[in-house]
């Protein structure tokens, strides 16, 4: 009796936790993906063509095709995460089968490099022949680790997405250096910066914004202090510079700062022109570290972080 309960539990915890691989809400990047990186397999065969292989990506999984291989009796799958590393057999199907649905795509991102072989067994001998390398990158889309939402693996708080209580990470120290280097080198242009406020804890900027709202009202206090858990500054990625006022548009150090920060891997979080999407008034001073790659790719791009990720800022409580 007893073991054919523990048996039952075993069997629901599994179904669970398939269960919860399918719900994930995952999807994939826009990234253009590489059908051929330059790594092709020198692999040649007499007889054999090589095989085009190409990807799709849907809902829950990334589907590769290949065009079909004359005199092939078999295909076998292989993913790496590396192009040149080693290359694990995924699948083996038949030679009338000409494509599969790669499902294992688990973690924040990930970058994943497959090909295919052909075998022929037909002949007096067995051959193969290999396939371009495919390069794909794919993303769980969302996820949280300790209430903590990650948008395509960018930690995210804004009007939307609440920071618990609990997270207190204290000042990002990869944030906090590149702060630093930036300060050094905005000083031999003649440019002083310092950070008028950095990380705010939960019950700091609780106080804050209470003391805000019983000021100006709750209206008004929302178009420009963050709720207590929606403050980026309870990240400890965002600093605000020099002169946290409108006083500081327009005045040397801003027009610095907005010219310069994304080569330290900085953005101005709050854009003039993005007030609606990012929810808050503009502000010349918040700048928010996401590393220098991403910075630079997102001023590019010309949008604010919620225009990039595709999310929005609202309450869900006016
Ligand atoms: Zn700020």
């Given amino acids: 009796m007893r073991q054919i309960k523990i048996k039952a539990l075993i069997v629901t915890i599994f179904t669970l936790g398939a269960i919860i691989l399918m719900s994930g809400t995952t999807s994939f990047s826009n990234d253009p993906f590489t059908a051929n990186c330059g790594e092709v397999s020198t692999e040649t065969s007499e007889t054999l063509t090589k095989p085009l292989l190409t990807a799709k990506l849907t809902k829950n999984s990334l589907k590769l095709s290949w065009t079909k291989v004359e005199n092939a009796d078999e295909y076998k799958i292989y993913r790496s995460k590396k192009s040149n590393g080693k290359y694990k057999k995924i699948a083996e199907v038949t030679a009338d089968t000409l494509s599969f649905s790669d499902k294992d795509y688990k973690g924040k991102r990930k970058t994943y490099f497959y090909k295919i ?81 950095g990380f705010r804890s939960y019950s700091y900027q609780k106080n804050l ?88 790719k997102l001023k590019k791009t010309g949008k604010c972080l919620e225009e990039f990720l595709g999310i929005t800022s609202k309450y869900k409580q006016r």
């Fill in 117 to 197: 072989k052909a075998v022929s067994m037909s002949g007096e001998r067995t051959e193969h022949i290999y396939s371009n390398i495919l390069k794909k990158t794919v993303y769980k889309r969302k996820s949280k680790v300790h209430g903590v939402t990650y948008i395509d693996g960018i930690l995210i708080a804004n009007k939307t997405y609440k920071l618990p209580k609990t997270y207190n990470p204290g000042t990002n120290r990869k944030a906090y250096k590149a702060f630093q280097k930036m300060k050094s080198d905005a000083y031999k242009d003649g440019i002083s910066l310092f950070i008028a406020s």
């Fill in 209 to 296: 914004y209470n003391n805000y709202k019983a000021r100006d009202g709750k209206e008004k206090a929302d178009t420009y202090s963050a709720r207590a858990g929606h403050s980026e500054h309870q990240t400890g990625l965002a600093f605000d510079i020099n002169d946290p006022s409108s006083s500081f548009e327009n005045t040397k150090e801003a027009k610095w700062l907005a010219k310069n920060c994304t080569k330290y891997g900085f953005i101005i979080r709050y854009e003039k022109s993005k007030e609606k999407i990012t929810g808050y008034k503009y502000e010349p001073w918040h700048i928010r570290y996401l590393g220098k790659d991403l910075a630079k």
